[in-house]
């Protein structure tokens, strides 16, 4: 909570305390007026504070009383009001620092976590942070104040007795609250419960309004809904009851302090030794303190769902990084941009080895590309260049330096990916395009699209580049989208571009229109391609063929082809299946022609 980092935020801790302490003090004199008022009336000078006459007339102790009261809440104002930028600092700091770390960690953790559940935790957590700072510092704090001065007083002017009373009332109060909290914590859950339930079951029967009809079960579906509606009834009525209690026990337990301690007083007040002020003057001082007291129970249910979310969320922050820099990491500098992969052995988990010792080199300049059946270990290799993981044996080298010793940052900084579906942000398509280098001029970034062949695509659309593409780029076909990843990829312009799979779940047209812009995009340029369809990777320098974590053939398209190997085979397969599809294509245009043919003669 102690903002270290900024002065006018510690400048503000230090008034907003003051601001505390002085509501606090103010709100213990006013009893002393109400005290010296009653007094004054009841023609009682013992307890006159030596202040001018004029100041001690009845009426102006009345109005000092209440003078006081409004300058109190007025503190309580300026306390809060101060406090709240100071906490909601806080709020932020602590919502930035998971959020950064949750970009740090690895893909791994990403991929087991539900998005929509991370968000919920950060959410949660920022909230119960809030909770705490204004339960505790706004109102548990003060309240131990008021405690101690009340006790102060009272042990001061009226003996141990009276602070013995009101310890013991208050302690036993709290304990009190606090069980019976944690009771109705349990009977709250089960009212929420059941409450989800009556819901989850009236939306599914109303979702299903056909399917009710159709087998006329509209009264089991209301005896259904009435079940949980009546676990609910139940449910809700013992919260209420429960608070009764809660509430009931709470007054008891003040009432006989409050009791005791006013016929202390009484008796004093007969015996001479108090006036008829103190009396009052006691009685409202625990007035006062019932005030906060009452919340008590309300304000240890928020602190202790507080902490659990932050513990969620704290419990995020703790979760390691699993790939870090190393401390002296420097960044990669690229002279040529050759990628080597030595002897690489690799699995996600120990018990599954992918990738059982990988040995190949993409020279600076020259593609290189990988084919296999699905599942080899393909996209795998594209994860560790850009180290999403680490290895366990073998090394990755981009011109002879190791992934794993220079900084994460420029490592991704110099490879352009092109996966095999891209998913875009919720913005318009100049941003989605500009994503590949923010700086990148309005010029800049149509020439991109030009060159990824969506320049025109883009005119014809109302908005033009300023088109939102909606949520994970669903507004735009798989062709287009791949099209705008490519754009960005050359706005980054890395000197290392892997394409995964880029263009396997685009048809054959789309796919071949796309080919020339990565043709185009990956010239000059160190270049690894995945594919699925082997007729887009003929003119790779080099390919290799994956099998079961280790290379089982590699050579041009021609000498794999004359192996009469593996690639052969997939090649056969994809010539046949290709042809296969293109005598359908023919059926079925011959068949629709056969469907005309005979409504006309129908017709007829
Ligand atoms: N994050 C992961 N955790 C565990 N196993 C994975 C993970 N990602 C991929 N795999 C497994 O690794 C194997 C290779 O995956 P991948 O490289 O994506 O294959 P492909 O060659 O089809 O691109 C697959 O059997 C897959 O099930
Ligand atoms: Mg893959």
């Given at each position: 909570?102690?903002?270290?980092?900024?002065?006018?935020?510690?400048?503000?801790?230090v008034?907003?305390?003051?601001?505390?302490?002085?509501?606090?003090?103010?709100?213990?004199?006013?009893?002393?007026?109400?005290?010296?008022?009653?007094?004054?009336?009841?023609?009682?000078?013992?307890?006159?504070?030596?202040?001018?006459?004029?100041?001690?007339?009845p009426?102006?102790?009345?109005?000092?009383?209440?003078?006081?009261?409004?300058?109190?809440t007025?503190?309580?104002?300026?306390?809060?009001?101060?406090?709240?930028?100071?906490?909601?600092?806080?709020?932020?700091?602590?919502?930035?620092?998971?959020?950064?770390?949750?970009?740090?960690?690895?893909?791994?953790?990403?991929?087991?976590?539900?998005?929509g559940?991370?968000?919920?935790?950060?959410?949660?957590?920022?909230?119960?942070?809030?909770?705490?700072?204004?339960?505790?510092?706004?109102?548990?704090?003060?309240?131990?104040?008021?405690?101690?001065?009340?006790?102060?007083?009272?042990?001061?002017?009226?003996?141990?007795?009276?602070?013995?009373?009101?310890?013991v009332?208050?302690?036993?109060?709290?304990?009190?609250?606090?069980?019976?909290?944690?009771?109705?914590?349990?009977?709250?859950?089960?009212?929420?419960?059941?409450d989800?339930?009556?819901?989850?079951?009236?939306?599914?029967?109303?979702?299903?309004?056909?399917?009710?009809?159709?087998f006329?079960?509209?009264?089991?579906?209301?005896?259904?809904?009435?079940?949980?509606?009546?676990?609910?009834?139940?449910?809700?009525?013992?919260?209420?009851?429960?608070?009764?209690?809660?509430?009931f026990?709470?007054?008891?337990?003040?009432?006989?302090?409050q009791t005791?301690?006013?016929?202390?007083?009484?008796?004093?007040?007969?015996?001479?030794t108090?006036?008829?002020?103190?009396?009052?003057?006691?009685?409202?001082?625990?007035?006062?303190?019932?005030?906060?007291?009452?919340?008590?129970?309300?304000?240890?249910?928020?602190?202790?769902?507080?902490?659990?979310?932050?513990?969620?969320?704290?419990?995020?922050?703790?979760?390691?990084?699993?790939?870090?820099d190393?401390?002296?990491?420097?960044?990669?500098?690229?002279?040529?941009?050759?990628?080597?992969?030595?002897d690489?052995?690799?699995?996600?988990?120990?018990?599954?080895?992918?990738?059982?010792?990988?040995?190949?080199?993409?020279?600076?300049?020259?593609?290189?590309?990988?084919?296999?059946?699905?599942?080899?270990?393909?996209?795998?290799?594209?994860?560790?260049?850009?180290?999403?993981?680490?290895?366990?044996?073998?090394?990755?080298?981009?011109?002879?330096?190791?992934?794993?010793?220079?900084?994460?940052?420029?490592?991704?900084?110099?490879?352009?990916?092109?996966?095999?579906?891209?998913?875009?942000?919720?913005?318009?398509?100049?941003?989605?395009?500009?994503?590949?280098?923010?700086?990148?001029s309005?010029?800049?970034?149509?020439?991109?699209?030009?060159?990824?062949?969506?320049g025109?695509?883009?005119?014809?659309?109302?908005?033009?580049?300023?088109?939102?593409?909606?949520?994970?780029?669903?507004?735009?076909?798989?062709?287009?989208?791949?099209?705008?990843?490519?754009?960005?990829?050359?706005?980054?312009?890395?000197?290392?571009?892997?394409?995964?799979?880029?263009?396997?779940?685009?048809?054959?047209?789309?796919?071949?229109?796309?080919?020339?812009?990565?043709?185009?995009v990956?010239?000059?340029?160190?270049?690894?391609?995945?594919?699925?369809?082997?007729?887009?990777?003929?003119?790779?320098?080099?390919?290799?063929?994956?099998?079961?974590?280790?290379?089982?053939?590699?050579?041009?398209?021609?000498?794999?082809?004359?192996?009469?190997?593996?690639?052969?085979?997939?090649?056969?397969?994809?010539?046949?299946?290709?042809?296969?599809?293109?005598?359908?294509?023919?059926?079925?245009?011959?068949?629709?022609?056969?469907?005309?043919?005979?409504?006309?003669?129908?017709?007829?």
């Amino acid at each position: 909570m102690w903002p270290s980092d900024r002065t006018d935020l510690k400048v503000r801790v230090v008034w907003a305390t003051v601001f505390l302490v002085l509501s606090k003090l103010v709100l213990v004199a006013g009893p002393y007026f109400f005290k010296w008022a009653t007094d004054a009336l009841a023609g009682d000078a013992r307890t006159v504070p030596p202040l001018p006459a004029f100041l001690l007339a009845p009426v102006m102790l009345v109005i000092a009383y209440n003078v006081v009261r409004i300058v109190q809440t007025g503190f309580n104002q300026l306390r809060d009001a101060l406090f709240a930028r100071v906490g909601q600092y806080a709020v932020r700091q602590l919502a930035y620092r998971t959020f950064v770390h949750m970009h740090q960690l690895s893909l791994r953790f990403h991929l087991e976590r539900r998005t929509g559940g991370l968000s919920r935790i950060i959410e949660r957590g920022t909230k119960g942070i809030e909770t705490i700072v204004r339960f505790t510092i706004l109102n548990t704090l003060p309240t131990i104040l008021e405690f101690a001065l009340t006790a102060a007083i009272f042990a001061f002017a009226y003996g141990w007795i009276y602070v013995v009373v009101v310890a013991v009332t208050v302690w036993i109060y709290t304990w009190f609250t606090v069980r019976a909290s944690d009771w109705r914590i349990n009977i709250r859950r089960e009212m929420n419960d059941s409450d989800t339930d009556a819901n989850t079951k009236a939306i599914d029967s109303l979702l299903n309004f056909e399917t009710v009809k159709y087998f006329g079960n509209e009264r089991m579906e209301a005896q259904r809904f009435d079940r949980s509606m009546a676990r609910y009834e139940i449910a809700a009525t013992k919260t209420w009851t429960s608070l009764g209690w809660l509430n009931f026990g709470q007054g008891l337990i003040f009432g006989v302090g409050q009791t005791i301690v006013m016929v202390l007083s009484a008796r004093e007040v007969l015996a001479g030794t108090q006036t008829v002020g103190d009396f009052v003057f006691i009685n409202a001082m625990m007035m006062q303190l019932s005030v906060p007291l009452n919340f008590i129970g309300f304000i240890y249910r928020e602190i202790r769902q507080g902490l659990t979310d932050i513990e969620q969320m704290f419990d995020l922050l703790d979760v390691p990084q699993e790939v870090e820099d190393k401390p002296d990491a420097k960044p990669l500098t690229i002279s040529e941009g050759r990628v080597e992969f030595r002897d690489v052995h690799f699995a996600y988990d120990a018990a599954r080895p992918i990738l059982k010792g990988i040995s190949f080199t993409v020279p600076a300049g020259k593609t290189v590309a990988i084919v296999g059946p699905s599942g080899a270990g393909k996209s795998t290799i594209s994860r560790l260049l850009y180290r999403f993981y680490d290895i366990q044996q073998g090394a990755i080298l981009i011109d002879g330096q190791d992934v794993r010793d220079v900084t994460q940052q420029s490592l991704r900084a110099a490879i352009g990916m092109v996966p095999q579906d891209t998913v875009l942000f919720n913005d318009t398509v100049a941003y989605n395009i500009r994503y590949g280098r923010m700086e990148a001029s309005e010029e800049e970034v149509r020439e991109a699209a030009e060159l990824a062949q969506i320049g025109d695509f883009i005119g014809s659309l109302p908005d033009g580049y300023k088109t939102m593409v909606g949520e994970r780029g669903l507004k735009l076909s798989g062709g287009e989208k791949q099209r705008v990843a490519i754009a960005r990829t050359i706005l980054k312009a890395p000197p290392i571009l892997i394409l995964d799979e880029a263009t396997s779940a685009l048809d054959t047209h789309t796919e071949q229109e796309i080919q020339t812009s990565l043709d185009l995009v990956s010239r000059d340029r160190t270049t690894i391609v995945i594919a699925h369809r082997l007729s887009t990777i003929i003119r790779a320098d080099e390919i290799i063929v994956l099998r079961d974590g280790l290379i089982a053939e590699r050579g041009s398209h021609a000498n794999l082809l004359k192996q009469h190997g593996l690639y052969a085979q997939m090649w056969e397969r994809q010539r046949e299946a290709t042809e296969a599809e293109e005598k359908l294509r023919i059926a079925q245009e011959t068949d629709e022609l056969g469907v005309v043919v005979r409504k006309r003669l129908s017709d007829l």
